[in-house]
């Protein structure tokens, strides 16, 4: 790894490292700080009775050895059980602390997950379309897990051990010599540097095991979601095979990762071992020359032991906060994604009191080398139907995409009753714009759940009357669960227009003064298509109505008819008065009539 990307690696962990800090120690809540607190002095007070434990025992072994402590007040026995209650304390403080704690780290790890979560929706379109599902819910899932981390052992058992081991380092020099301080610090200083040199090189192995993960991981939800695809091209052994492959770099990346740590266990075991034996060595030649007791040649041992057991995990611990700090910083790089569409610090509730959509010369691309719309105007009046109509590529969903402010206008003006979407808050134009896709996607829940997502706390009277309005009461009610019904992932439990009919009175229950139909009947046959369209004509009652149209036959009787070619209006009006014209509506209306004639 070059010396820039170690800079950059060690700048983003401090950054993390700040970034996680806030949670800990948040403003205005007392009762975090003082938990907090809490759990800090329960751990200092486990670890100074946790290095005294060693003291006592020696004192036990030397009553019994009858060597200098007779005179003592507590004598074996006593010595014994208060080394023995001394271990109860040490746990019990342990376990306090943890306990004190949990509560903080779990309200950081919410709080974060939320964050995360919430911002991701607030992220554009154009964001969400360039990444990939699985690889999002990665991130998070990694991300919340280090930070789980991070506060469990970076503050439980790195800083612990810290403390331990100079308190340790202090004992060995003032009850030894400086020689017993010299080989323990010695032999700590070689194992971190091993262990340290040693995790920098499996922290790449990790975080190639990570790609390669993440993407299996991507593979294996894209082709779930793809279920139905998989099925009609007969290619379950392809996707296995598929899988199989990004499995096969993930199998290699995590034998490179076990045979790494097989080699740094080895490597630990060997350094505690040779110190441990140096100590012990100089201690049995102290009882030799007399200068020890045996009590003193079991402390030594006890405090050796003692060290080694967590110094035995620094390498896990040492790898596992590198690699939480690579995981967080994912996760707060996600948060720092900026959303391409913002609300201005001056932004208003929109007030819509007809409903009057107009858009002003309006240029859009979704890359700007490659224009969608190019100056299109157009009025949709109060409580009436405007069709927007096109080939394929035209800009007719894009016009619905920036009316719903998914995207930004590159020139021109859009507007609701004289305000612009970019001057109002998103929040407030949301509510104001009911939109049906042409595939509407359903939560896998009840269709009640799905019909009362129009509106929260909507009442179970409100959803039925919803229902009726698109006409899928009827339906509902015929099956064995009624509303209980649990419609499946996406919604595949039901047919399509059994989903449209559901989309429709999620909107209608919404009851917002503007409804988007885009492209809402196109995926379905004519037959299913013709009793949508009742519902979707009651749907736009007394509400101003953008249709956007692939079958003609869908919207002659429109207020309006725009029809889109190339980014441009190529001709408007009536669909009498386009027939008339004989210009590129009438040319698409003749082969649409033919090939349904023909079916």
């Known amino acids: 790894m070059s010396d820039d990307v170690e800079k950059q690696e060690r700048a983003s962990g401090v950054r993390t490292i700040k970034r996680v800090i806030p949670y800990l120690w948040p403003d205005g809540e007392v009762w975090v700080k003082r938990r907090v607190l809490i759990a800090m002095a329960a751990l200092l007070l486990s670890k100074l009775i946790a290095v005294y434990t060693p003291i006592i025992y020696r004192d036990a072994v030397n009553a019994l050895s009858g060597e200098g402590v007779s005179d003592l007040l507590l004598g074996a026995v006593g010595l014994t059980v208060a080394y023995g209650m001394a271990r109860i304390f040490t746990s019990g403080f342990q376990q306090l602390r943890d306990g004190v704690f949990a509560a903080v780290a779990q309200r950081a790890l919410r709080k974060l997950a939320l964050e995360t979560f919430t911002h991701i929706h607030r992220l554009s379109m154009r964001y969400h379309i360039t990444r990939k599902t699985g690889g999002l819910s990665r991130i998070i899932e990694r991300g919340v897990k280090g930070v789980d981390f991070l506060l469990r052992f970076l503050l439980f058992s790195v800083g612990p051990l810290i403390l331990e081991l100079l308190l340790v380092a202090g004992i060995f020099f003032f009850l030894f010599d400086v020689w017993y301080l010299a080989v323990v610090v010695g032999t700590i200083a070689l194992y971190v540097w091993f262990t340290f040199t040693v995790t920098e090189w499996r922290v790449k192995l990790r975080r190639e095991m990570n790609d390669r993960d993440t993407d299996a991981n991507q593979k294996a939800i894209d082709s779930l979601l793809n279920f139905e695809t998989v099925k009609y091209f007969g290619a379950e052994r392809r996707e296995g095979q598929r899988y199989d492959a990004a499995m096969e770099g993930y199998e290699a990346a995590a034998i490179k990762t076990a045979s790494s740590l097989a080699f740094l266990n080895f490597g630990q075991a060997l350094l505690i071992t040779m110190g441990l034996i140096a100590v012990m060595v100089m201690a049995a030649l102290g009882v030799q020359n007399g200068d020890l007791t045996v009590g003193d040649f079991v402390m030594v041992n006890a405090y050796m032991i003692q060290i080694t057991l967590p110094l035995n995990f620094l390498g ?273 209306w003749a082969r649409q009539s033919s090939e349904e004639d023909a079916a």
Not at 323 to 348: H, R
Not at 364 to 391: H, N, Q, W
Not at 417 to 428: A, H, K
Not at 570 to 586: C, F, N
């Open 316 to 588: 896990t611990v040492y790898r596992e906060i590198r690699q939480s700090l690579v995981d967080m910083g994912e996760m707060f790089d996600l948060l720092g994604q900026p959303a391409e569409i913002q609300d201005k610090p001056e932004a208003t509730q929109i007030e819509v009191s007809n409903g009057t959509v107009v858009l002003e010369n309006v240029h859009f691309g979704y890359d700007s080398a490659r224009p969608i719309l190019k100056g299109v105007s157009l009025k949709v009046g109060a409580g009436e139907t405007v069709a927007i109509v096109g080939p394929s590529g035209s800009g007719k969903s894009t016009i619905g995409r920036l009316l719903f402010r998914f995207y930004d206008v590159s020139e021109g003006r859009l507007s609701i009753d004289g305000q612009d979407v970019r001057d109002v808050t998103q929040e407030s134009l949301h509510g104001v714009i009911g939109v049906v896709p042409q595939d509407t996607v359903l939560f896998n829940d009840t269709i009640r759940y799905n019909i009362a997502y129009g509106r929260d706390g909507a009442s179970e009277e409100e959803i039925v009357a919803a229902a009726k309005a698109a006409q899928i009461h009827d339906f509902i009610a015929a099956l064995p669960n009624g509303y209980d019904t649990a419609v499946g992932e996406r919604g595949l439990k039901l047919s399509g227009g059994e989903k449209q009919r559901v989309g429709i009175a999620r909107t209608l229950l919404k009851d917002p003064p503007v409804l988007l139909l885009d492209e809402a009947t196109s995926a379905l046959d004519t037959e299913t298509e013709r009793e949508i369209q009742s519902a979707l004509r009651k749907a736009g009652e007394g509400r101003t109505v953008i249709t956007i149209a692939h079958r003609l036959s869908t919207i002659s009787d429109a207020d309006l008819i725009v029809v889109l070619e190339d980014g441009e209006v190529a001709e408007q009006g009536t669909h009498e008065a386009l027939l008339k014209r004989k210009g590129r509506y009438a040319s698409l």
